[in-house]
């Protein structure tokens, strides 16, 4: 039976009450609703409407009700509409007539707000926890990569030699923001809807702000009209899980980029690589590809409830049903991601031999310029000296470190010592400022990383 039918002559139409169930995705917020159910009914019993016997039984009802729920042993029935009434109704079956009186000065609007709420308040450590996971692997690496040196890259072209471990940490800093982000989202997840009513509050003189401790929440709403829809914590919350995806997606490039023949700088685990059917050489990293394209499928997510929330008139809406569906499959596609990436990053075998073979002494102009500049040169025209070099070696199809000193001599102030900025690792030291990549400045980053 539905929760409403007193109104109604006819029974609703099969295929319309299919498209208004939402149980099918609900119910994965049961204990929170029946959590949310016995919180309630303390509250109105305290204000009077439920006497200490119907108190007690409602009481003891919801608590066989959640065991039933931890247990898996709730049966739903056909004409469960939603979680709320699956529980109300099976409350009923247990104690009879009380069971009526639970819903009183409280409406669904409120209570699935609140459920939804709850439920994420749940899962934010578990999620930031999967991330830790993944921190951790990284920064493991970092500290396994030692001096290995690898060609930095900007526009996809050979840049820079840097570190493979300051490498590895530009991965583990933005999933740092990633948790930073949800946790900054707690204090606006931890307003209480309930006692809002349908929309306009409840008549029932309960003291919301005890109701709200008793339920985890910081405080209760201040507008009863704004907190039955307000989800502006599901779209944040979603752009938290988008943005992790994101994240995801540019390491998985990498490693995607990194373990081809043409880059050969990894090589993955056969654990966490899979085979093509044809080809029986190939050798596919199948975990990062699906995560780049997960990311894809976050991105609609977000996009997607926030054109269901854009210009939705005041208060409750049933397009908000549509809220939960996305946050549930962002918070399951991270969950399946996250160990799986740590996982196969954990078993990683870096090639060192073949990304120092990947750096030529061209990534080392800059280098070149400034040495000028400590020899006294204007930066702007040693970048234009190094330049000039670069295109002579160019034209004598040597390498800078292979140029001969004449040839240095006749374009600028250079001396012998100048074939010393072609060491990569001295190229690498140099950048020893806080954020650098020298070595000491990465040792620096890890023990700032692992103090915190
Ligand atoms: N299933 C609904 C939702 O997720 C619960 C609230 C229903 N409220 C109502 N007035 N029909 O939004």
């Known amino acids: 039976m539905t929760l409403w039918g007193g109104r109604f002559s006819q029974k609703l139409d099969d295929l319309a009450w299919a498209l208004n169930s939402s149980l099918p995705v609900d119910q994965r917020m049961a204990i929170q609703d029946v959590d949310g159910s016995i919180a309630w009914a303390d509250a109105i019993h305290k204000s009077g409407i439920l006497s200490d016997e119907e108190h007690a039984s409602i009481a003891l009802g919801l608590d066989t009700v959640k065991g039933e729920f931890a247990s898996g042993e709730f049966i739903f029935a056909p004409a469960d509409e939603d979680i709320h009434t699956a529980v109300e109704r099976r409350l009923g079956e247990l104690i009879g007539p009380a069971a009526g009186k639970l819903h009183t000065g409280r409406s669904r609007n409120d209570q699935v707000a609140t459920d939804f709420r709850m439920w994420m308040l749940q899962t934010i450590p578990q999620l930031n926890s ?91 709403s201040q507008n009863s009209l704004d907190s039955v829809s307000d989800r502006d914590f599901a779209a944040e919350y979603l752009f938290c899980a988008t943005m992790i995806g994101i994240h995801l997606s540019k390491l998985a490039e990498q490693i995607v980029l990194y373990t081809s023949a043409e880059f050969g700088f990894f090589e993955l685990s056969d654990a966490f690589s899979t085979g093509s059917s044809l080809m029986p050489q190939k050798k596919n990293p199948d975990v990062f590809e699906l995560t780049r394209g997960k990311s894809g499928t976050l991105i609609g997510m977000l996009t997607g409830l926030l054109a269901t929330l854009k210009g939705l008139p005041s208060t409750y809406d049933k397009d908000l049903q549509e809220d939960k569906q996305p946050v549930f499959a962002a918070t399951d596609t991270l969950l399946a991601i996250l160990p799986v990436i740590a996982g196969a990053l ?30 006294g040169v204007p930066f702007r025209e040693a ?19 292979k140029m001969p000193l004449e040839a240095y001599q006749a374009l600028g102030p250079f001396e012998a010592d100048v074939y010393q900025v072609f060491d990569p690792l001295e190229s690498i030291n140099k950048r020893n400022t806080v954020g650098g990549t020298s070595l000491q400045s990465v040792k620096n980053q890890i023990q700032k990383i692992k103090g915190e």
């Open 346 to 375: 954990r078993t990683i075998t870096a090639r060192p031999e073949r990304m120092r073979g990947a750096i030529d002494s061209t990534m080392m102009a800059t280098d070149l310029a400034d040495y000028l500049v400590v020899k």
């Open 130 to 220: 999967a991330i830790l996971n993944l921190q951790t692997t990284l920064v493991e690496q970092a500290e396994l990569a030692g001096a290995t040196i690898m060609p930095g890259y900007t526009h996809l072209q050979r840049a820079q030699p840097i570190l493979l471990s300051h490498w590895w940490l530009s991965h583990f800093h933005p999933l740092g923001r990633d948790r930073a982000r949800l946790t900054d989202l707690i204090p606006r997840l931890s307003v209480l809807p309930l006692g809002s009513g349908a929309l306009a509050g409840t008549p029932i003189p309960v003291d919301r702000a005890a109701l709200a401790k008793s339920l985890g929440f910081a405080e209760p």
């Open 383 to 401: 970048h234009s000296l190094a330049g000039k070099a670069v295109r002579e070696a160019g034209e004598r199809n040597v390498s800078l470190e």
